[in-house]
């Protein structure tokens, strides 16, 4: 069974950094797409950053180029995104998640790409 939990939320000040990490268990780690969605209140979920199998791949939405990174370590099954000069409007639950299959260099952006999702972790941020 494939399980996927985010870590590294937290409430900071506009401006400020955290670093989210998922940990993922059960499955092959190192042969999905993997990817950041976020869903603030009375929003649909959207994506935010997503990385290829190997790494050296990725993709951003608008609102996060310049300013987030994702990363992965395929050697301990965990893939992160790096959040810096964070605003008010980065504000939501970010969710990390595994593509429904292992085949394809693409990165998708829409949610039912995606087959496993963690239990999410909160991000706010204050102005």
């Known amino acids: 069974q494939v399980q996927l939990v985010e870590s590294g939320g937290g409430l900071v000040q506009a401006g400020n950094s955290l670093r989210l990490s998922c940990a993922a268990s059960?499955?092959?780690?190192?042969?999905?797409?993997m990817a950041w969605f976020r869903q603030a209140p009375g929003k649909e979920r959207e994506f935010v950053a997503g990385?290829?199998?190997?790494?050296?791949?990725?993709n951003y939405a608008d609102a996060a180029k310049g300013r987030f990174t994702i990363s992965r370590d395929n050697t301990k099954n965990t893939v992160f995104l790096q959040m810096n000069n964070l605003k008010p409007e980065d504000t939501a639950v970010y969710y990390c998640?595994?593509?429904?299959?292992?085949?394809?260099?693409?990165?998708?952006?829409?949610?039912?790409?995606?087959?496993?999702w963690g239990q999410g972790t909160r991000v706010t941020v204050s102005s």
């Open positions: 990385i290829s199998r190997s790494g050296k791949y990725t």
């Open positions: 059960g499955g092959t780690f190192d042969i999905y797409t």
């Open positions: 998640a595994r593509r429904r299959t292992p085949v394809g260099s693409d990165i998708p952006t829409g949610p039912p790409a995606y087959e496993y």
